[in-house]
């Protein structure tokens, strides 16, 4: 069995390899395209362009002074010395050349020190600028680009900025819920609407869980009333005038605050998924909660492809209540009877569990 190499070695020699490579062929690398891999290992040091110091990065840019047209963008890697990181030299950006905006005797200049006088003074000079001015220009492209941010997830800028469109720009707004972040980015252009209508909804479910979603407006539910607006006979009459505000009951009919979210026909893999506790059952929640927030009451209907209905049998893998059908042959119909108010699902399961710890809390203990 070969060792198993730790992550900070393997990205050292990954590293090592593309300088190689690099040093072999340096014109067949575009010059973003190198920077960004080179970013993208190095770890260890701060993005390009915003390190404090030069010596906090891991090579030096500078330019080639030369009269010809850049046929590349990087015309040489030069090898490290004296304690200097590698360097690399660009044809396409800079204070010389055809394009830079230098005078062209000032290019011919500082070529014949290089090529006649072995002397790179004035272009070591230039570079201090060259250097700056490259980091700044990587920087500038990366920065809006979607798919450098990921390079270092730790230092993800374009992430932040699409979180800010819906509110979750800071670090310890993320990762609050089931829905991971690239879906709420992905899907931002629904979250960052104002008005929140069916149609928003329909479509970030469909498109995160791939599944038929259907939303049924103006669902019937009933409003429990409190008790000091029930009515009730007594010496003060309380909300007891005939026609005005009698109520007879505890609860009142509403179809305006609730809607229901019809998901399916569905495999019976993927509909128990959606059952509480399964894999998706709080993405869904989440999702609502995210698009909706707390202002409406909901649930949500499962529906069962009818040739995936399981045989309700002892042994069977099934759960009472929510995957057994009493059928006396095959199902005629996908099954669409599973209806669950989530909020109020989890609710119960949260009023259980702290009347168990209670209760756990004031048993006397054991005398032996």
């Not at 000079?125 to 941010?149: E, G, K, N, V, Y």
């Not at 707004?173 to 252009?189: F, I, S, T, W």
């Not at 995210?290 to 009818?306: C, H, M, Q, S, T």
Request: net charge positive; charged share 25%.
């Amino acid at each position: 069995m070969p060792p198993v190499q730790e992550p900070g070695a393997s990205r050292d020699l990954d590293v090592a390899r593309f300088w190689q490579r690099l040093r072999q062929n340096p014109h067949q690398f575009d010059l973003f395209f190198a920077l960004r891999i080179l970013q993208a290992r190095g770890r260890g040091h701060p993005r390009f362009g915003k390190a404090l110091r030069p010596r906090d990065e891991p090579l030096r840019l500078g330019q080639d002074p030369s009269l010809a047209f850049a046929p590349a963008t990087i015309a040489e890697i030069l090898p490290a010395k004296a304690g200097q990181p590698e360097r690399m030299t660009v044809w396409n950006f800079g204070l010389y050349g055809p394009n830079g905006p230098m005078p062209t005797h000032l290019t011919e200049y500082v070529r014949e020190r290089l090529r006649q006088y072995d002397d790179p003074t004035l272009a070591r000079f230039s570079d201090i600028f060259h250097h700056r001015l490259l980091m700044l220009f990587f920087r500038a492209w990366s920065d809006p680009q979607p798919t450098t941010s990921l390079d270092r997830p730790e230092h993800d800028l374009f992430g932040r900025h699409m979180r800010s469109l819906i509110g979750y720009g800071e670090r310890t707004h993320c990762d609050r819920d089931a829905v991971p972040e690239h879906a709420k980015q992905y899907l931002a252009g629904h979250l960052t609407r104002w008005t929140r209508n069916p149609e928003g909804l329909t479509s970030a479910l469909r498109l995160y869980f791939q599944v038929p979603v259907e939303l049924i407006e103006f669902t019937l539910h009933y409003l429990v009333l409190d008790p000091d607006q029930q009515t009730a006979l007594s010496r003060i009459p309380r909300n007891a005038r005939l026609g005005v505000d009698t109520v007879v009951g505890s609860r009142v009919p509403d179809a305006q605050g609730k809607f229901r979210l019809r998901i399916g026909p569905l495999p019976l893999a993927q509909y128990e998924r959606f059952l509480p506790g399964g894999a998706d059952f709080q993405a869904l929640v989440d999702w609502v909660r995210n698009y909706v927030g707390i202002e409406f009451a909901w649930d949500f209907e499962l529906v069962l492809r009818r040739e995936d209905v399981p045989a309700c049998q002892l042994g069977g893998a099934v759960r009472l209540g929510w995957t057994t059908w009493s059928f006396s042959g095959p199902a005629q119909h996908d099954p669409d009877d599973f209806r669950l108010d989530a909020e109020l699902w989890l609710a119960s399961r949260k009023t259980r569990s702290r009347r168990s710890a209670a209760a756990t809390a004031t048993v006397p203990p054991a005398h032996s």
